[in-house]
């Protein structure tokens, strides 16, 4: 798909359905050839006990973030991403703190268990946050 190419995209609303390898590169790409994005909403996959991956004996998926890539840009994030209990063990945890440039968000939004170990990593950043919302966090 093309959206790679598209430098001026502001905003991306994303609800992941199926974590698929080659999907999730292709969005981690979307992600970082947009040099403008500001705003960034992201669902991962929800089943009638919150939010689970399908998994197809390859285990997990994640976005594949390797060191130093960073959305730089970001201004705001809504992130959910809900696991059964019983499943929030870090490996399950799809996208390291490092992506995300946190002394330039604005507006932040965690919700899910799955979310714990995302907020207790905020101990060691800069933040200057205007508004904070952690919804089913603990």
Same mark, same amino acid.
């Given at each position: @798909?093309?959206?790679?190419? #598209? ?9 992941? /359905? +199926?974590?698929? *390898? =080659? ?5 981690? %790409?979307?992600?970082?050839?947009? *040099?403008?994005? $500001? ?10 006990? /919150?939010?689970?991956?399908? #998994? !197809?004996?390859?285990? =997990?998926?994640?976005? #594949?973030?390797?060191? /130093? ?8 994030? =809504?992130?959910?991403?809900?696991? *059964? +209990?019983?499943?929030? !063990?870090? %490996? ?20 899910? *268990?799955? @979310? ?6 905020? !101990? %060691? ?9 952690? $919804?089913?966090? #603990?």
């Amino acid at each position: @798909m093309g959206l790679a190419g #598209c430098s001026n995209i502001h905003s991306i609303k994303v609800e992941i /359905g +199926y974590e698929h *390898p =080659v999907a999730m590169r292709w969005l981690k %790409d979307v992600l970082l050839a947009s *040099p403008r994005l $500001e705003i960034l909403h992201m669902t991962l996959p929800r089943t009638s006990h /919150g939010i689970s991956f399908r #998994c !197809d004996g390859l285990g =997990v998926y994640n976005l #594949c973030v390797q060191p /130093g890539e960073t959305l730089s840009s970001l201004k705001e994030l =809504v992130y959910e991403a809900r696991a *059964p +209990y019983g499943r929030l !063990d870090s %490996d399950s945890f799809s996208i390291p703190a490092s992506f995300f440039n946190w002394s330039k968000l604005r507006h932040l939004e965690l919700r899910g *268990p799955r @979310m714990f170990h995302l907020i207790k990593s905020l !101990d %060691d950043q800069i933040l200057n946050l205007q508004t904070l919302k952690l $919804e089913f966090c #603990c």
